[in-house]
């Protein structure tokens, strides 16, 4: 199996206090992962490093088998995606919300209907189609955001405690669907959280941080909410 993300001697220092040391760390192409652990302990930093939101002070990345260096930036950014705790929606229409980044990629606009009519229709929130997104629940939003960063079709996809402002009852409904689409998709995931259930549906691995390094790596006996098998290793 392909490696999507390569990590050596990472080291992200900010205001003078090392954030991350992270020696090493990779992920298999297909392969869903957690980050979890304490509050400070660098798990969305080290995220941010991952989805190129954030420049490491030093270290070497790869990302699908190439030095991070050898990549044209804007191809590798647009082979991600990513979905923040609190949904990153302008005060637009939801068709046009979720039509952004499809521009961005320069997609023709027949291309471009189908996809959003798709992924509206996978994240259940189709009929809201011409809202105005400012007007959406907590769990409507999110799960445009969601299908905003669906629709460009990612190879990989950053969460970054995607369900931690939803009720408990939203939050098992959106979590188990999104894992559906995941694993039918074969999107490699690399997932930031709190909840060890969230994790245990989601993803096959926890990798445990505390002090900016990772401290564990623990396998996840996956509790199969769906029949979508996941990219064999």
């Known amino acids: 199996m392909s490696m999507v993300i390569e990590i050596q001697d990472l080291i992200l220092v900010l205001g003078g206090r090392t954030i991350l040391n992270v020696p090493e760390f990779s992920l298999e192409a297909g392969e869903s992962v957690s980050i979890m652990g304490p509050n400070g302990a660098g798990k969305s930093s080290l995220l941010f490093v991952m989805a190129l939101l954030q420049t490491p002070t030093s270290g070497k990345l790869k990302y699908f088998g190439k030095r991070l260096e050898e990549h044209p930036l804007l191809e ?76 460009v079709e990612p190879e990989i996809i950053f969460l970054d405690e995607p369900f931690s402002n939803l009720d408990k009852e939203i939050r098992e409904e959106l979590m188990i669907h999104i894992d559906q689409l995941l694993r039918k998709k074969r999107i490699t ?19 445990w941080m505390e002090d900016g390094a990772i401290v564990s790596k623990e396998p996840v006996q996956r509790k199969d909410c769906t029949v979508y098998p996941r990219a064999e290793r």
């Open 76 to 151: 590798l950014q647009r082979r991600m995606a990513m979905v923040f705790q609190k949904p990153m929606l302008l005060n637009l229409s939801v068709v046009e919300n979720v039509d952004l980044g499809l521009k961005f990629r320069g997609i023709n606009r027949k291309e471009r209907n189908r996809r959003i009519h798709e992924s509206l229709e996978q994240m259940e929130v189709d009929h809201l189609a011409h809202r105005r997104a400012r007007s959406l629940s907590g769990g409507e939003a999110q799960r445009v955001a969601i299908a905003q960063a669906l629709v």
């Open 189 to 207: 995931t690399v997932m930031v959280t709190h909840h060890r259930r969230e994790a245990d549906v989601m993803t096959d691995a926890v990798y």
